[in-house]
T-cell receptor, first 114, second 115 residues
Framework: DAGITQSPRHKVTETGTPVTLRCHQT?????MYWYRQDPGHGLRLIHY???????DKGEVSDGYSVSRSKTEDFLLTLESATSSQTSVYFC?????????????FGPGTRLTVT | AQKITQTQPGMFVQEKEAVTLDCTYD???????LFWYKQPSSGEMIFLIY??????QNATEGRYSLNFQKARKSANLVISASQLGDSAMYFC????????????FGTGTSLTVIP
């Protein structure tokens, strides 16, 4: 199994508070991704990173920011959490630029915003 | 625009029977990869099988095979000899050259295997 961990695994927070989710990998893969999973929508890309300090927006990036200061860590921040950001968040990693490279996923973080 | 469509929200199959989960995709790229993932009720995402756009043969991995019809832009997953442990959500995904490093996912199909 790919070495990907996410912390915390579960979090309940109040509307308006900042939240940071952490993804940590031990595979030295170049690419890291943050997705959210909601019923009826599958997985939607929030942000991704293609190297240290190199990030780009995905389909649903509004309200989220990311940072990657080290190869192994990719942080997702909700600056001011809203109830619409209640979701399951997955981190994924991938190596290489070829379309042949699959993604490996972390275990997920269940976030509830009350 | 890149898009993945899974039109079967839920499927049922008898244990030991084969089942096909549909996936169609839309891309203007010539080079792309198609992937299937399984998500059991425990929540983790498990990579199952990959098919490249230039691969002439359909991919197979154990009981999983991918029925790739390039002209129809379809990449259906076939599970043979279904087992109770196959009950899960199944997601089709695509990665294309011109989308940079992004993956696009379908909305998933929930498969239930009936004893």
């Amino acid at each position: 199994d790919a070495g990907i961990t996410q912390s915390p695994r579960h979090k309940v927070t109040e509307t308006g508070t900042p939240v940071t989710l952490r993804c940590h990998q031990t595979e030295n893969h170049r690419y890291m991704y943050w997705y959210r999973q909601d019923p009826g929508h599958g997985l939607r890309l929030i942000h991704y990173s293609y190297g240290v300090k190199d990030t780009d927006k995905g389909e649903v990036s509004d309200g989220y920011s990311v940072s990657r200061s080290k190869t192994e860590d990719f942080l997702l921040t909700l600056e001011s959490a809203t109830s619409s950001q209640t979701s399951v968040y997955f981190c994924a990693i991938s190596d290489g630029t070829s379309v042949t490279y699959e993604q490996y996923f972390g275990p997920g973080t269940r976030l509830t915003v009350t | 625009a890149q898009k993945i469509t899974q039109t079967q929200p839920g499927m049922f199959v008898q244990e030991k029977e084969a089942v096909t989960l549909d996936c169609t995709y839309d891309t203007s790229d010539q080079s792309y990869g198609l992937f299937w993932y399984k998500q059991p009720s425990s929540g983790e995402m498990i990579f199952l099988i990959y098919q490249g756009s230039y691969d002439e043969q359909n991919a197979t991995e154990g009981r999983y095979s991918l029925n790739f019809q390039k002209a129809r832009k379809s990449a259906n997953l076939v599970i043979s000899a279904s087992q109770l442990g196959d009950s899960a959500m199944y997601f089709c995904a695509m990665r294309a050259t011109n989308t940079g490093n992004q993956f696009y996912f379908g909305t998933g199909t929930s498969l239930t295997v009936i004893p």
